[in-house]
């Protein structure tokens, strides 16, 4: 029980830990030596590398294969700081896979990205040396630097004192200021964060502030890495294609989100729809019962407003319908018409019938009165129009004369 306690601990640590791609290293100033270098003004700012490698090989006891070196560049000084260190030499350190930490600079390298608005005297006091960088006003690369290895037991003081001794005199009265180094730390883009607690005096406190925490561009990182050229390159154009993966990445994640919530919010539509659609089902029959009596109401509007009165257009053509005369059926159609279908005795019965209806101005023939006549039957239609309102008029012409079959006449 103990021992998987244990191990637990120790993946928990492993997982907290972070890696050297995530970290910087910074080396003591001590450890390298350092030449600065007028840029010939033929020199572009793309050619600095190769013009740096080309000055170490010059001045180099070693090859540059067999060195760790990098240089200080700024836009506004015409001098490169040249700094370079034995590989042995910094293996002695207990330093190891240098290659897998995100950037590697003397403990001075961060220096390059700032300004200064007069002559100032710096310097970087580590645990393990102290430097001594005189910078000219708006100058990011040091006009002289000197270093030297210190101990638990050296005066820092005493130290720094003889430093200054051996530098050029700056003017009276110019500012000082001491940075110890306390953190480095990354950026999300992947660029060093270099902290220091500042003490001394300057005019601006402003510019003691920045000095506080110095974050150099990259290109200003790349240049003061001491790690080989072809390394460089190699990792540069790597984390170039890391960066375009992750945003590759990175956007493919946000369109699967999007897509994902896109899914979500028709899902959410269509259970609504579908929760609708079953709300609309189970009122369809009240629904269907509204319509009817709305339909209902709809055709008693249309026989108010178009004055249908089929009871009264029965009793008139019952008032003059004789006792050898019915009716076998009887349709109200149109506005105020009505057809007519009965049988007569004869014809001369429905002709007498028919005289009588258009003699009493409330029914006019529309069409001529049709009649089969059969066994001394005759069965006969009527289309008749009906107006009530109307005042009677003069008596009618004589009824129409209808042929009388053969059939009739033998009865």
Known sequence: MNRKSVNAAQLTNQLLETTKSE??????????????????????????????????????????DQLFWGYLAAEASDHILLYAAHRDRIKQLGVEQIEEYAWVLPEFGSLVCTFFSEATEVIVHSTE?????????????PTYVSVRATTENDDANQV???????????????????????????????????????????PSEDDVAKLAQL????????????????????????RRLGDLL?????????????????????????????????????QQPIVDKISEKQ?????????EQNDLQPIAMLRELNKSRPAGIYF??????????????????NVNAMNNYTSSLEASGLFELLNPPKSITRSGKTTFT????????????????PAQQVSVTEEEIDA
């Open 295 to 303: 339909t209902l109401m709809v055709k008693l509007e249309q026989i």
């Open 160 to 202: 720094i004192e003889t430093l200054r001794k051996a530098a050029p005199e700056l003017d009276a009265g110019h500012p000082s200021l001491t940075l110890h180094p306390t953190s480095e730390e990354l950026t999300e883009q992947g660029l060093a964060v270099f902290n220091f607690s500042v003490t001394g005096k300057y």
């Open 246 to 282: 992750l945003r590759i990445t990175t956007w493919a994640a946000l369109f699967a989100v999007l897509l994902i919530l896109g899914e979500l919010a028709l899902f959410t539509a269509n259970t609504w729809l579908k929760t609708r659609e079953n709300k609309i089902i189970e």
């Open 328 to 345: 076998t059926k009887a349709i109200v159609e149109g506005e105020n018409q009505i057809k007519i279908d009965g049988i007569a005795n």
């Open 129 to 141: 040396s102290v430097c001594l960088l005189q910078f000219e006003k708006g100058h990011g690369v």
């Open 23 to 64: 970290q910087v290293l910074t080396l003591p100033a001590h450890l390298f030596f350092m030449e600065r270098i007028e840029i010939p003004a033929v020199v572009e700012a793309a050619e600095l590398d190769d013009f740096a490698e080309l000055s170490l090989e010059s001045i180099a006891p070693f090859p540059a």
């Open 215 to 238: 974050s150099p561009e990259a290109a200003q990182l790349w240049r003061a890495d001491v790690r080989g050229t072809e390394f460089k390159k190699a990792e540069r154009n790597a």
């Open 382 to 397: 009527l289309i008749l129009s009906f107006s009530p309102l109307q005042n009677i008029p003069e008596p009618a012409a």
